[in-house]
């Protein structure tokens, strides 16, 4: 783009740098504005996670590192990163998260429910497939799945 000529690819990578450093903030309000915008009423929240795995032989050092080896969709254990994305009934995005591929479904729950709280959510209800069904997510969510946020 013509009006682009001066940026160079170091301020990309500042912008998003500060863009990440502000995610929440930025997430909710373009949550909130887009739902206005299509005049949605947020009533049902629903939420899920998947895993993507790199073909790598180490995961990354330290606790800061996202790729940690964990259980990936085909059956072996590879440095992987865990997905998590909450939407409306209508499939407009609320919030998503990316977790350090050996964190637990219940430890993912346990950080969407703290970081959605205060959202104004009327109510959200916990969709997941068999896999993350357990006694420890339902726990969790106190249980009343329909009011985890």
Known sequence: MPSCKGLSLDHMYYAMDHLHEHANEVEHALF???????????????YDTTSVSFYID?????????????????????????????????????????FPGSTSDVDTVKQA??????????RALFVADSGMNSETIERTLHGRAASIF
């Open 32 to 46: 909130w504005h887009t739902a206005n915008l299509f005049n949605r009423d947020v009533v049902l929240v629903y």
């Open 58 to 98: 180490n995961e990354d050092e330290g606790q800061e590192g996202l790729r940690k080896f964990g259980q990936a969709k085909e059956g072996y254990w590879a440095p992987q990163v865990v997905v998590a994305l909450a939407v409306t009934a209508e499939g407009l995005p609320v919030r998503s998260w990316v």
């Open 113 to 122: 429910r703290e970081d959605l709280r205060g959202w104004n959510l009327h």
